[in-house]
């Protein structure tokens, strides 16, 4: 029970198959309070009710700041603080750097950065009063490598600028007792993914994996775990890397 009696926020929890909705699953079965936010009510409802009737289900666009708000002020009147964020929600468009439009720059950052920032202050003021609190960022490969097999460069500007946003926040917070860690998972098989890959390009792919698999869900769902819960007390400002070994 790793998290026994936390109240712990996943973004982006609601997709079936996504890394949210396993870490979410994760925390409860470890004793959070889960608060799942994604854009649809009725999935996130229904995401939460799935895990048992003390968590949480809302609807809020992470990128819009009174969605956010108004998202924030019902776990507070719920639960009455905030122990853990998960900056999961995230989109990718796969396109080549000439085809990248203002639109869809502005819809891949908005969702990755612009969301990463809100939600993040929206709960500090309330982990700063308890002295306490984790956020974990998810960043990507795509950040680190320059590029994924379906984000585009924009894409990996976001997931980069979430690792640069995440270290400075967990610089500035520290004193606080806030830690801030960024995980970076390479290919895993969930919806963003689904479909994507024709044979060869997943052959390609696993010849550049020494663990010789695309990843789960679950196995960021164990990273998130470390990192929202004491287990990782003396950790802030790191990425760990969940990518079977991809960067070797
Ligand atoms: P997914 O599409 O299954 O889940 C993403 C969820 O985010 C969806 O439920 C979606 O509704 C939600 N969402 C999108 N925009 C939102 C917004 N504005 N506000 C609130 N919710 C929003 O994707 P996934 O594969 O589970 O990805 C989860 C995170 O992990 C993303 O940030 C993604 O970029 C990152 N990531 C995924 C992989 C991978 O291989 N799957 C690799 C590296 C990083």
Same mark, same amino acid.
């Given at each position: 029970?790793?998290?026994?009696?936390?109240? /712990?926020?996943?973004?982006?929890?609601?997709?079936?198959? *996504?890394?949210?909705?396993?870490?979410?699953?994760?925390?409860?079965?470890? *004793?959070?309070?889960?608060?799942?936010?994604?854009?649809?009510?009725?999935?996130?409802?229904?995401?939460?009710?799935?895990?048992?009737?003390?968590?949480?289900? +809302?609807? /809020?666009?992470?990128?819009?700041?009174?969605?956010?708000?108004?998202?924030?002020?019902?776990?507070?009147?719920?639960?009455?603080?905030?122990?853990?964020?998960?900056?999961? /929600?995230?989109?990718?468009?796969?396109?080549?750097?000439?085809?990248?439009?203002?639109?869809?720059?502005?819809?891949?950052?908005?969702?990755?950065?612009? *969301?990463?920032?809100?939600?993040?202050?929206?709960?500090?003021?309330?982990?700063?009063?308890?002295?306490?609190?984790?956020?974990?960022? %998810?960043?990507?490969?795509?950040?680190?490598?320059?590029?994924?097999?379906?984000?585009?460069?924009?894409?990996?500007?976001?997931?980069?600028?979430? +690792?640069?946003?995440?270290?400075?926040?967990?610089?500035?917070?520290?004193?606080?007792? %806030?830690?801030?860690?960024?995980?970076?998972?390479?290919?895993?098989?969930?919806?963003?993914?689904?479909?994507?890959?024709?044979?060869?390009?997943?052959?390609?792919?696993?010849?550049?994996?020494?663990?010789?698999?695309?990843?789960?869900?679950?196995?960021?769902?164990?990273?998130?775990?470390?990192?929202?819960?004491?287990?990782?007390?003396?950790?802030?400002?790191?990425?760990?890397?969940?990518?079977? *070994?991809?960067?070797?």
């Amino acid at each position: 029970m790793l998290l026994k009696d936390k109240v /712990a926020i996943v973004t982006g929890a609601a997709s079936p198959r *996504g890394l949210g909705r396993s870490t979410a699953k994760l925390f409860a079965e470890n *004793g959070a309070k889960v608060v799942i936010i994604d854009l649809n009510e009725e999935a996130s409802v229904l995401a939460a009710k799935e895990l048992g009737a003390e968590h949480l289900g +809302l609807a /809020a666009n992470v990128a819009d700041e009174k969605d956010v708000e108004r998202a924030i002020e019902q776990v507070i009147a719920k639960y009455g603080r905030v122990d853990v964020l998960v900056n999961n /929600a995230g989109i990718s468009q796969p396109l080549k750097i000439m085809d990248i439009k203002r639109a869809n720059y502005d819809a891949v950052l908005d969702v990755s950065l612009r *969301g990463t920032l809100l939600m993040s202050q929206a709960v500090i003021p309330f982990m700063r009063k308890q002295k306490s609190g984790s956020i974990v960022c %998810i960043s990507s490969v795509s950040a680190q490598r320059g590029g994924g097999i379906f984000g585009g460069p924009h894409y990996s500007a976001a997931k980069a600028g979430v +690792l640069g946003l995440a270290r400075a926040m967990a610089r500035e917070l520290g004193p606080d007792s %806030i830690r801030v860690n960024c995980i970076a998972p390479g290919l895993i098989q969930t919806d963003i993914t689904a479909g994507k890959l024709s044979d060869e390009q997943r052959l390609n792919i696993l010849t550049g994996i020494p663990l010789n698999r695309l990843g789960d869900a679950i196995d960021v769902a164990r990273a998130a775990l470390f990192l929202a819960s004491d287990l990782s007390s003396y950790s802030t400002g790191i990425t760990l890397d969940v990518n079977g *070994g991809m960067l070797i």
